[in-house]
Structures are given as C-alpha cells and as structure tokens.
C-alpha cells in the first residue's frame, strides 16, 4: 500500500537521532547494554519549583483549550525574559507559544517559504531544518564549514552564498550539533552582509541560549539593521530539563507572528494548560537558578574532550555552548575494523552501535559527512564508559 503515500511523506527523511535512539531501544529490548549518547536530552529532573507551579495549576483546575498563540500571562514572561537575557524587544501580539520549538521552526517555514525559495544553512545545523524546507518547497543551500572554523560560517561565505532567489538564513547559537556559538562580532559580520539585502529573512534558533560556556548570549534579533527581519526561536526543553512538556516559543515582526498564530490555528491549537502555567514559572526565575546544570555539563564536555583526544583518528574542537560533541572521524573512512568496512560517518555510527553498544548520529544527518555528533548529556560514568568502548573497538 505504500504507493498511495504522497510524494511528499515519500521523499521525506526520518528524523536520523530518532531512527538512532529507536535502533538502541531495539537493543535494550533484547537485553543489550546499551548506551544512549544520540538524543539531545538533559538526564536532569526538571526543577521542583518547575513542577510544583505545576501541580498549582492542576489543583487550580486549568483544564481548558488555551489560547492558539499562548496564556496572556505567558506572553508577557516571555516579553520580560527576551527583554532581560536578550536585549529584544516585544509585543503581546509578536510572540506565539507552540508545541515545542521544532512545532515553532515549522510554523515559520509555512508562512514565509514558498516553492523555489533557496534558505541558507551554515552545515553542520539541526536535522529537522533541511527536511522542514524541503517540505515547504523550498531549496536549502549548505554554507560548507569545518572543525578549522570551529564550524562557523563567516560573512564572506554567506555572501557568496545569496542569490536572487534567497529568502532566509537559518542558524543555531549555541549550535546543534557542534556546541559552537557566535560571538557579537561574528553576528556583526553577518548582520552587516544582510543589510543590504533587505528582503532576507533571519529564523535564529536560541533553544539551548543558556548552555552557553563563554557566557553573554548574543541574540542577532538585538542588531537595529536586522531585527525587523528576524525571527527568534526559543523554549524550555534544554536549559530547564523539560524536554517531554513541549514548550516552544517565538518572538517575531507582528505580521509573521500572526501569520504562524494562523497556521498553528489550523494544525494544533493551542498548546497543553497545564505546561504552559509551569513555563511562566520558569522564565519568571533568573537564569541562576539553572546554574548548576549548565556547570555539570561543562564538566562532562571537558571530561569527555579529553577522553575522546585520546583515541587516535578523533579530531575534535572546544564546543562553547549545548551539550554535544562533534568529532571528525574521517581518518577511518576506507578502513578495515574487526571485518566491516567504515566508507562513511554513518557507517561508524553503527558500527559503534553494534560492537560497542555505544549509541551516536551520523554528521550526513546535520549535513557534515565528515563527524558524527556525540550528546554528553549523560552521567560521567556512562560518558567514561561509552568512550573506553569505543577506544577498545577501534584502538
């Protein structure tokens, strides 16, 4: 039957960290001791004062559809935290609340891109944002860089890269998969080339905004000569550990923003009560209070850098920011290991998968052949014994 798919779901790729978190619980079923390094999810609880202002809002029976675009109170803690961490500055009717940021991503493509439209990616970048405007019709365009660059695109690159048919630039910082992160000059750079394109439009993704190692976060939405063609994109999911509640959100030019109100309107509604009277909780609270978080991943990202630095054929930068590594394993393309054949980074993912048990996602995935993303949000002694593994296997 599966000739009456659309061409559209057809030519779709499947979410690759998925197929991969999938491939290990397969594993685990069958009684394998598998460790999970391929999803990007913090392995804290969410905080308690997170969930208690939940339990509140049970008892205080919110129960009802909420409104397509978000609980009043909600947009304004959403107002006050984009003022206070982001110099950006909104409107009630310029923010929309989604279920999770990727919903949010998606809303964005399907008011703005059109069939044809080229949107610029600087690789490596997030899984979903390919297939997202390929879905949309449009055409992303790879902006190449590499572990040299610290993977980050420059000004140079995205002007060569722009043509009449450009639409959009879309980005991470902090960036999924390689923990990179822009600092204000190299935004600056950026800005400065898109200023005289006036009819480009910037989606900067700030979902993991508080995993930032350098510290001082810098929104390009805060540049004047762009900030009328940017759309911020944030949520809870990474910084306070909520993952599973789904809650993303934007801050956008009134016009988008309604735009997206529309179409979420017709595809979700609104987002779930009870999640959204937890995340008001949440924003209101300084980014303090998640410090020690942001600490321990930093101690896992150092652990695990110089765990990795010693097994030969690992070339690996100094993430900034998020909580993955993303080493070049090129050495071992055309290479021999225990009778399989590694021709590519996909290739080594699973075969890391089948004989260490050690579960990772290919770089083809976030558009870098070359790597393969590793997530060190796990306790120090999975990350110890994930990586003695691997070295085991391959040393």
Not at 14 to 36: C, F, P, Y
Not at 204 to 224: A, L, M, P, R, T
Not at 241 to 267: D, S
Request: hydrophobic share 40%.
């Amino acid at each position: 039957m599966h000739q009456y798919l659309s061409d559209r779901v057809k030519n779709l790729a499947t979410s690759q960290t998925l197929a991969m978190a999938a491939k290990a619980r397969e594993l685990k079923s069958l009684g394998k001791d598998v460790i999970g390094l391929s999803l990007g999810e913090p392995d804290f609880n969410t905080p308690d004062f997170i969930k208690n202002a939940a339990k509140k809002a049970i008892d205080q029976n919110y129960n009802s559809y909420t409104p397509v675009d978000g609980y009043g109170d909600l947009k304004d803690a959403i107002i006050t935290k984009f003022k206070r961490d982001n110099n950006l500055n909104y409107e009630s009717s310029d923010i929309v609340v989604s279920t999770g940021a990727k919903q949010a991503l998606y809303n964005i493509a399907s008011v703005l891109i059109n069939p044809g439209d080229e949107v610029i990616l600087p690789c490596p970048y997030w899984v979903s944002y390919s297939d997202i405007i390929k879905l949309k019709g449009g055409i992303p365009v790879e902006i190449k860089t590499s572990i040299e660059d610290n993977f980050k695109m420059t000004g140079e690159q995205l002007l060569n890269s722009i043509t009449e048919k450009t639409k959009m630039v879309w980005f991470s910082s902090p960036c999924n998969p390689s923990g990179s992160v822009y600092d204000k000059d190299e935004l600056k750079e950026i800005v400065n080339v898109l200023d005289a394109h006036k009819n480009i439009f910037v989606i900067s993704d700030e979902i993991y905004e508080h995993i930032n190692y350098k510290g001082g976060h810098v929104s390009i939405g805060s540049f004047d000569k762009i900030k009328d063609r940017t759309i911020t994109v944030n949520g809870v999911s990474k910084a306070f550990a909520m993952t599973g509640w789904r809650i993303g959100y934007i801050g956008a030019p009134h016009w988008i923003a309604r735009a997206c109100n529309k179409v979420q309107g017709q595809v979700t509604s609104g987002a779930n009560c009870i999640a959204q009277r937890a995340v008001i909780t949440a924003l209101n609270e300084n980014p303090d209070k998640i410090e020690y978080m942001v600490k321990e991943f930093e101690s896992r990202r150092d652990l695990i850098l110089d765990l990795l630095n010693n097994i030969p054929g690992f070339q690996c930068n100094v993430p900034d920011g998020a909580f993955y590594v993303f080493p070049d394993i090129s050495h071992y393309f055309g290479k021999e290991i225990h009778g399989v054949k590694i021709k590519n980074a996909s290739d080594m993912s699973m075969f890391l998968l089948e004989k260490a048990l050690v579960a990772t996602v290919t770089g083809d995935a976030f558009g870098n052949p070359n790597c393969i993303r590793i997530s060190y949000a796990a306790s120090k002694e999975k990350i110890i014994e994930a990586v003695e593994r691997i070295k085991n296997l391959l040393v």
